[in-house]
């Protein structure tokens, strides 16, 4: 079992930048998928960024490209989550995942990751 530890989030104002971290229990680096999903209120669960398993390819979905950037640091274990330009429809539960044997096509999908974070509240107001 591999435990995700989050930290960050919190409550800013429209344009504010807020970095959220994940922290493996591990090195995950070359082993694990790392990913972010976000839930807002009264929706389904959404695919925001991910990087393979490799580490050598980084996706995003739509709305966040270009205003959040995945990072990780060097020992392997924690993945960070930049988000800058935040927007009210930002505000949302995140959560971030890891996952073994997920494949590149299937990185977006919520039900192939098998470890999760336990969320962080990040919400954009004025």
């Known amino acids: 079992q591999l435990q995700l530890v989050q930290s960050g989030g919190g409550w800013v104002q429209p344009g504010d930048s807020l970095t959220l971290c994940c922290t493996a229990?591990?090195?995950?680096?070359?082993?694990?998928?790392r990913a972010w999903f976000r839930q807002a209120p009264g929706k389904e669960r959404e695919f925001v960024a991910a990087?393979?398993?490799?580490?050598?390819?980084?996706y995003y979905t739509d709305s966040v490209k270009g205003r959040f950037v995945i990072s990780r640091d060097s020992g392997g274990n924690t993945e960070y989550l930049q988000m800058d330009r935040l927007q009210p429809d930002d505000t949302a539960v995140y959560y971030c995942?890891?996952?073994?044997?997920?494949?590149?096509?299937?990185?977006?999908?919520?039900?192939?990751?098998?470890?999760w974070g336990q969320g962080t509240q990040v919400t954009v107001s004025s």
């Open positions: 995942a890891a996952d073994r044997n997920i494949i590149t096509s299937s990185l977006r999908l919520e039900r192939e990751y098998d470890f």
């Open positions: 229990a591990e090195d995950t680096d070359g082993r694990y998928a």
């Open positions: 990087r393979s398993r490799t580490g050598g390819s980084l």
